[in-house]
Nanobody
Framework: QVQLVESGGGLVQAGGSLRLSCAAS????????MAWFRQAPGKERELVAS????????HYADSVKGRFTISRDNAKNSVYLQMNKLKPEDTAVYYC???????????????????WGQGTQVTVSS
């Protein structure tokens, strides 16, 4: 059974930092794109960042460019999201996602991804 388990969410003041982690089990994703999405109350789930199988290619939503960094460690079958200079509008549930076939995509469609974590809450206070 494939599982993606996120951790690292929490409450932080505006301007602060958090690091999210996502550990995969049940299969390896070393040849597959992984990503972070987020969903705020009343809004659609949106792509935050994606990273290619080797980590050499990344894609970011315009709203997080320069503040967030996605990375991965294939030896640990894990992906990370370093979030700096957090803003109240970053408040959302953050989801880890992995695709079963593609090595990279910058598509924001949730249909591109086959596997999802349960989500971790990030709350940024003003």
């Amino acid at each position: 059974q494939v599982q993606l388990v996120e951790s690292g969410g929490g409450l932080v003041q505006a301007g602060g930092s958090l690091r999210l982690s996502c550990a995969a089990s049940g299969r390896t994703f070393e040849n597959n794109v992984m990503a972070w999405f987020r969903q705020a109350p009343g809004k659609e789930r949106e792509l935050v960042a994606s990273i290619s199988d080797s980590g050499s290619h990344t894609h970011y939503a315009d709203s997080v460019k320069g503040r967030f960094t996605i990375s991965r460690d294939n030896a640990k079958n894990s992906v990370y999201l370093q979030m700096n200079k957090l803003k109240p509008e970053d408040t959302a549930v953050y989801y880890c996602a992995a695709d079963g076939t593609a090595s990279f995509t910058n598509s924001g469609s949730t249909y591109m991804y086959d596997y999802w974590g349960q989500g971790t809450q990030v709350t940024v206070s003003s």
